[in-house]
């Protein structure tokens, strides 16, 4: 089919020209099935004709202050030295955290980050990086990627504000994560030893619980019952408390982390990393020799595929926690950035026009409704899965080998 | 030239390579995750006492499952971030 369509870039005119022949072949035939395919080839053709649009090629020295999305989103879901909460206009509402370095130069340096005026000013020798700062680096000739300079990270500057970068900074910061973290912890522990001294002064022991025992008793049996007792067996007493501070202190945290204004604590790979290392050490410690047996020396496998077996069993022992980490910090960083690209969005679309903008809003805040829904029984979960997992492989730790009965038999059957 | 090398050529970054990873992520997921539904849907329709055992160990391997898949979101993120 050789027509000069070609003069015209537009490769649906071909399509839609192709279509149309069709149709028009079949329809003096009457053959229906084949005419109604075709007519809805020329149709579905012709929407696309008439929906494509010229494109110009982005010119890439574009005024500075052009919205970069792709900055905002991270600046939310990563860690700050301050509580942003709204933008009003041109002013941002934050709460200002403290600020405390080591440098073996300069000493101990403690102050609050509003010292900073959010990257405009230096302090005491010290800068904290932003948009303006970053280009000024890049246009000095400083390398930022090798250097892993990034916005928001705290240098130190030399008296005319040129890069030090001989001085080496100990950031031990109060960030938001940390200032979160602790919140949380004071609410667990006041919660759970209000509740623990309510049990020992005998309310809720042989009556019924009242007040927040109510809330807190059913989430502790459920733990016992579903994850305690079927995958540890007798030894379930010994677990609870690390598998129940585990799992509060997830869930909270989680939880905490929905609300605006707050910090992402558990999308955090700093955090999920303590976490799921702590359940290696608590694994590790409660394995016994029959574990290693079947790393170092699988039954019922010949000798040839041991070589190749064993080296994958030893790297099992440490996929298992790795899985732990990646799964809740890559569950509760995508709900995050979920819900803050939806937010974006409507500030994207009403970049292009103010009607947009006003036209999509609905439909993003209704979608984000339903995602702060299913985030919330995310947050529930994921702290159940980090739980119920460890439990699990804590209980493959301490197998004892009355399974080696079954071994054998299965033994057999293989050999003939 | 194909198609694939027009596109790289146009962009200069691979962005949009790793936006399709995380596509073909969410379609694992979805395959996984439903074929995971459907038998424990299956097995509840045949012995309906079973319900909470089988609802608690659906939620376990629905949650395994998703696990995977966010792997390679991780992989798209870090190609788009780095």
Redesign the interface.
């Known amino acids: 089919m050789h027509i000069n369509i070609y003069k015209k870039e537009n490769h649906s005119y071909f399509i839609f020209s192709y279509y149309a022949l069709i149709f028009a072949a079949n329809l003096g035939e009457s053959m229906l099935h084949k005419c109604l395919k075709s007519l809805l080839g020329a149709v579905f053709s012709l929407f696309l004709l008439s929906i494509t649009t010229c494109v110009f090629a982005q010119n890439s020295a574009q005024n500075k202050d052009k919205l970069k999305p792709?900055d905002i989103l991270?600046e939310h879901v990563l860690d700050a030295h301050e509580f942003h909460i709204i933008n009003i206009g041109s002013t941002s509402v934050t709460i200002p955290l403290p600020v405390i370095l080591y440098s073996p130069q300069k000493g101990f340096s403690i102050f609050m980050s509003s010292k900073f005026n959010h990257g405009g000013t230096t302090y005491n020798g010290y800068r904290m990086i932003n948009d303006e700062y970053l280009d000024k680096l890049i246009e000095a000739g400083v390398d930022v990627k090798k250097n892993n300079l990034s916005n928001g990270k705290i240098i130190s500057v030399t008296v005319d504000d040129k890069w030090d970068s001989n001085t080496k900074i100990y950031d031990f910061s109060m960030t938001r994560n940390v200032v979160q973290m602790i919140i949380v912890l004071a609410l667990l522990v006041w919660i759970m030893l209000g509740i623990a001294r309510k049990y020992k002064n005998g309310i809720g022991v042989k009556t019924a619980p009242t007040g927040f025992q109510n809330v807190i008793e059913p989430v502790i049996t459920f733990i016992r019952d579903?994850v305690g007792k079927p995958m540890l067996g007798e030894k379930w007493e010994k677990y609870m408390p690390y598998l129940l501070t585990v799992f509060f202190f997830i869930l909270i945290n989680n939880l905490v982390g929905l609300i605006p204004g707050t910090a992402n604590v558990t999308g955090n790979i700093a955090f999920t990393a303590v976490l799921g290392v702590i359940a290696f050490v608590v694994i590790i410690f409660s394995t016994n020799k029959h574990y290693w047996g079947h790393i170092f020396n699988p039954p019922g496998v010949p000798g040839w595929v041991k070589i190749i077996l064993v080296p994958v069993e030893i790297l099992g022992v440490f996929t298992k926690p790795f899985?732990l980490i990646?799964?809740l910090?890559?569950?509760m960083i995508?709900g995050h950035m979920m819900l803050a690209c939806l937010a974006l969005l409507i500030i994207i679309f009403g970049n292009i026009s103010l009607v947009a903008g006003y036209g999509f809003s609905p439909i993003a805040i209704a979608f984000s409704v339903f995602v702060y829904f299913i985030e919330i029984l995310v947050a529930f979960?994921?702290a159940?899965?980090f739980t119920?997992l460890t439990a699990v492989f804590i209980s493959q730790a301490f197998e004892t080998p009355h399974h080696d009965g079954e071994h054998n038999t299965h033994d057999d059957a293989i050999i003939m | 030239m194909s198609m694939m090398t027009i596109l790289l050529d146009a962009t200069g970054n691979s962005y949009g390579f790793a936006a399709i990873g995380a596509g073909l992520a969410a379609i694992g997921a979805g395959i996984g995750i439903g074929q995971v539904g459907k038998g424990a849907v299956e097995s509840i329709a045949r012995q309906p006492e079973a319900l909470n055992d089988i609802r608690?160990n659906m939620?376990?391997a629905a949650?395994?499952v998703?696990?995977v898949a966010?792997?390679a979101?991780?992989a798209a993120l870090i190609v788009?971030?780095k």
């Open positions: 792709g991270m579903e899985a990646i799964r910090f890559a569950n995508a979960l994921q159940f899965i119920m | 608690s939620i376990l949650a395994l998703e696990g966010l792997f979101v991780i788009i971030f």
